[in-house]
């Protein structure tokens, strides 16, 4: 735990969180709660020893050995949402968290291909997400945005399926879906598998994301910039690419990293060797984020922590890293302007730590 008044300073400097997985939030205590109440069978325990019980599925959480052997755990734990409200439950627990945290705005993805291969309706996984954030926008005062991401352990042409029942009930249209991205394996598949669907979407406007340079090497990352993404999610193996480097620093590209998934999944070693502190000295615009905080261990707040520690980060820079986090924001310029004086305020509250 970092210091105390460093830990206030924390707590209450203003959030934008960019990358987290809504499904990543379901805690083993809520998987196996649901599973009960929906009546879906958990691997047995007899085959897989970590669904033994809450405890022993805790503990297999602290032992991933890659992205890989992660998502096998993460897309068992999301077959447990079946009803509409099982969704907006899971979306207002994050959010409380995330308040909490001192997070005032929302991007989370949700993976609907997933849901809908084991036959939940596009319309029910929606709905609830949805009902989510209006309750966190109304009783909370945060504002929200939804962002699909396709996963790429599934055939282009699941992505295609769903792709379609957004255009089929003009989601983006009506602002339900803001923005699209892709996550799941990184290192594999095609790079560019979503080339024809990331085309129609930027033709129509439409903000692109994508999961690159995690485990995968900087090609990733430019491949996803060719393809139309505006935003890199993780993208911390940028580093080794100075050119790209640069043209994300010209281009004032945002990367939404995540340092305590970084560590768990094996990514870096310790906190200390994401590479916050070359990133700032740079100029790339970066935010801190929580990735999937019900499995690596801590919310946003945990990483902001964990970085300051790594790091001892200067007011001016926290201020820096907060400034970027609402400038590269998919909102407009008055919920900007709202959320860049709450910095300065907070800052000023601060000006001891200097
Ligand atoms: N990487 C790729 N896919 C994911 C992740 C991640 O960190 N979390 C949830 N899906
Ligand atoms: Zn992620």
Known sequence: MCQSTWH???RGLPKC?????LEGCLTPELIFSLAAKNQVQLPDAATNPAYESIETLTARYGNFTSLDDFLHFYFIGM???NQESDFADLAWAYFQKAHADGVHHA?????PQVHQDRGIPYETIVAGFVAGCKRAEAELGLSTRLILCFVRHLPVASAEKTYQDILDSRHFESDVIHGLGWSSTE?????????DIYAS????GVRLTAHAGEEGDPTHISVALELGATRIDHGIRLVEDPVLMQRIVDEGILLTVCPLSNVQLK????????PIRTFLDAGVKFSINSDDPAYFGGYILDNYCAVHEAFALSVDEWRTIAVNSVSESWIGEERKKELFESIDAHVLKFAELV
Do not use: I, N, T
């Open 267 to 274: 990514c870096v070693k310790s906190v200390a060797e994401v």
């Open 107 to 111: 991007e989370v993805f949700f993976d």
């Open 79 to 81: 077959s447990v949402l």
């Open 201 to 204: 979407a930027a033709q129509r």
């Open 8 to 10: 206030d300073f924390l």
């Open 187 to 195: 290192v594999g598949p095609p790079k560019d598998m979503y080339r």
């Open 17 to 21: 969180e960019h990358h987290v997985h």
